[in-house]
């Protein structure tokens, strides 16, 4: 059992920037990969970024340039550096997690909202 802990989301202006984290703890062997989706009003959960446990990353066309995916192994933790953030980038954001025995966790999400 993974248990993912998301944290850093909140309100923010138009241009402005917020850093996103998910701590990973509980009762796993390896953490294959994580990921950052995002979920607006009425929409699908959609990709952000992910990153492997070797520091592969990819982010979206929608964010890229704008939002980077970075991890620390040591602490299971990752994080969504998010900048010059758009009204349009207001969603939950959810962090997952896969893991070597091939099951999927997810986080309870943390709302990110981009408003004047």
């Known amino acids: 059992q993974v248990q993912l802990v998301e944290s850093g989301g909140g309100l923010v202006q138009p241009g402005g920037s917020l850093r996103l984290s998910c701590v990973a703890s509980g009762s796993f062997f390896r953490i294959a990969a994580m990921y950052w989706y995002r979920q607006a009003p009425g929409k699908e959960r959609d990709l952000v970024a992910r990153i492997t446990i070797g520091g592969t990353d990819y982010t979206d066309s929608s964010v890229k340039g704008r939002f980077t995916i970075s991890r620390d192994n040591t602490r299971n933790t990752v994080y969504l550096q998010m900048n010059s953030l758009k009204p349009e980038d207001t969603a939950v954001y959810y962090c997952?997690?896969?893991?070597?025995?091939?099951?999927?966790?997810w986080g309870q999400g943390t709302q990110v909202t981009v408003s004047s």
């Open positions: 997952k997690a896969i893991v070597a025995d091939g099951r999927n966790y």
